[in-house]
């Protein structure tokens, strides 16, 4: 079965700075997508970045971008010039390329310090 | 705004009982899907409607069942509540372009089992 691990409970960073959140996941296919959602304290969830397996290229959405190293199966996100808007949980999911089934993180809480 | 909406937006009851939450997906949005977030968690997938026929099924208990309906509105029904059932019930519909798919989440019903 596919797992989906946040390592990091809580992350802080200051205003203007960088920060990385990590994700790993395990899975036996080659044909799956990762995203990364943002659910800030009004609790929706927000779609920041996605990535296909199949891509090499490293998705990057404004001052998103991700770190995807399929080999490692690792898939980090990198938030540059954070913002105090930036403040939020954010959940890396996992789905496969032949079903609808999403799997998420327990999610790592961003703190941005002005 | 996703232009998701779920009611209602709270919902307070007791052990024992039934309880229907309630979900418009976007104009046009075919899919549907249900996650449940208990407190400080990540999303567990329950289930997944297309068209009216459910396509995918996660760890829904046998309680609670769901459906769609042909006006694509979707309903989840929550049976012989526990506390443990306390959560946040999201639906998102979504939509696929050119093989990638976007969800967009609605705002969440807040369920409370006392």
């Known amino acids: 079965a596919q797992t989906v691990t946040q390592s990091q409970p809580e992350m802080s960073v200051q205003e203007a700075e960088t920060v990385t959140l990590s994700c790993t996941y395990d899975?036996?296919?080659?044909?799956?997508?990762l995203f990364w959602y943002k659910q800030p304290p009004s609790r929706q969830m927000i779609l920041v970045i996605r990535?296909?397996?199949?891509?090499?290229q490293n998705a990057t959405e404004n001052r998103f971008s991700v770190n995807f190293q399929k080999a490692a199966k690792s898939f980090s996100l990198k938030i540059s010039d954070s913002q105090l808007g930036d403040a939020a949980m954010y959940f890396c999911a996992y789905r496969s390329g032949g079903t609808y089934k999403y799997i998420f993180g327990t999610g790592t809480r961003l703190k941005v310090l002005a | 705004d996703s232009g998701v909406t779920q009611t209602p937006k709270h919902l307070i009851t007791a052990t024992g009982q039934r309880v229907t939450l309630r979900c418009s997906p976007r104009s046009g949005d075919l899919s549907v899907y249900w996650y449940q977030q208990s407190l400080d968690q990540g999303l567990q997938f329950l289930i997944q409607?297309?068209?009216?026929?459910?396509?995918a099924k996660g760890n829904i208990l046998e309680r609670f069942s769901a459906q769609q309906f042909p006006d694509l509105h979707s309903e989840l029904n929550l049976s012989s509540l526990e506390l443990g059932d306390s959560a946040l019930y999201f639906c998102?519909?979504?939509?696929?372009?050119?093989?990638?798919?976007?969800?967009?989440f609605g705002p969440g019903t807040r369920l409370l089992v006392l």
């Open positions: 998102a519909s979504s939509v696929e372009v050119r093989g990638q798919e976007t969800q967009y």
């Open positions: 990535q296909e397996a199949y891509k090499q």
């Open positions: 409607y297309y068209n009216g026929e459910e396509r």
């Open positions: 899975t036996s296919e080659s044909d799956y997508y």
